[in-house]
């Protein structure tokens, strides 16, 4: 019955797709709020490209809901009702993840999921199954149905400039018809579903221009993000001149083929008196011409990049924490750690205890106590952000159930780690469970 449910439910997917603080001054800051160019289905998806849980970091939003891979399998999250399903119609399937598998919502070990042009794209390393023996496929870009039928290999992304030999490609990024990746700390674009030798390339392995900096190709990584027509690319763990490192932003702009640095984590002269070498941005955000940036739970700033000129948006106040930003809302978790998880009998606490919710005014719209949640909520031990959408901020929520042994029965029974999504409401601020949960 309950796969001929779910079976019910996809078809259902499927029909509808295819139908389908402080001293700040807020009147100088910028407009964020419904100035975003990004569109559904041809564009970079940056509001769910910001998960802070690394267990479910890869997700996608489609007109009728989200996208997510969990251990290897991918799941839907109805918007309108929150219910869940695997994503695999399959009457007589087990649903479980197996080498070479044949489960419709299996997609292996993945680092990359999005929605484009009516269909779902992920990238994974694949072993398939022929004469007996499981052969390595090696790295490639595929597409299924959003019901998760029909897997379909778009592209290869095994790659090596001017060799024959296989090399492994990360971080991709689809956006507007083209694909964006690094290999070995150089940037490179392809036409999506071209061969992947005809890759350009847009930037890396040099010394820049100033002398100010190498970008190490055995050292550096970036991470991708588009907004409208502009690429850009955090490059991680760039060396200074002077020996330390900076995070260093990069913009690439496709109708001139021209890259430039733009942007690097602030000096401590801009950002007050903390001292800012070293210091990794925690998370990002750009829109419209500005940059957007959480350091290391130190309040919420903001660079036009076209002047280089930085502000601070949010005084937080906070000594750690997260953030999460959106096209309308910055969510922010504090984390005052209280301990790990005690194997004694009880569980405590070890994630934050308040969501605050901001406008890009930098005036707080909601602030949330999760203090009654974990009361109501023994066994839960964190709590993390995962996206924002629709008024609704999701979240990541850890329960830990501690085994022992039976001082009566002398029966053992295991420590169980359970994981749930649920939604802080914007607009009540109530704290609701979605459909989808499972088990470490």
Known sequence: ????????????????????????????????????????????????????NWLLSNICETDEGYYFEYSGMLYFLNKENGE????????DCDHRWAEGGTCNAQVDTQMFLTYYDGKIYFNNSTNVLENGRYVDKGERLFSMNLDGTEHEVVQNLDFSPGS??????????????????????????????????????????????????????????????????????????????????????FSYDPRTNKSEKVWQVPD??????????????????????YIYFFLCGNDIWYTELATGETNKLIDLNLEAGSAIFSNEYIAVINKEYSGMVSFTGESSVTGGDTLYIYGYDGKLVKEISLKEFYEDNKNVTDCNLLWISDDKVYIHVDATTVGGINANTGVSTPTINRHYIYYADIISGSIEQTGWSDVD
């Not at 869940?84 to 009457?91: D, N």
């Not at 700390?185 to 002398?211: C, F, H, M, P, Q």
């Not at 903390?274 to 419209?288: A, E, F, H, K, L």
Request: hydrophobic share 40%; aromatic share 10%.
């Open 164 to 249: 024959d030999t296989n090399m492994f490609v990360n971080t991709p990024m689809v956006h507007r018809g083209n694909v964006y990746f690094c290999y070995s700390g150089v940037l490179y674009k392809a036409t999506l579903g071209d061969d992947i030798k005809n890759a350009t390339k847009i930037y890396g392995n040099e010394t820049v221009s100033d002398g100010s900096m190498i970008l190490d190709p055995n050292a550096v990584y970036y991470e991708l993000w588009a907004d409208g027509d502009m690429v850009y690319f955090m490059a991680k763990n760039v060396k200074q001149a002077n020996g330390t490192y900076k995070d260093t932003l």
């Open 1 to 52: 019955m309950k796969k001929r449910l779910l079976t019910a439910v996809l078809a259902v997917i499927l029909t509808l797709s295819l139908a389908a603080c402080g001293d700040n001054n807020y009147a100088n800051l910028p407009a964020v709020s419904g100035g975003d160019n990004s569109v559904l289905g041809t564009d970079f998806q940056k509001d769910m490209s910001q998960s802070t």
């Open 268 to 289: 401590k002269a801009d950002v007050g008196t903390w001292d800012t070498t070293g210091v990794s941005v925690s998370q990002w955000y750009i829109s419209n011409g």
């Open 84 to 91: 869940s399903a695997i994503l695999c119609g399959k009457p």
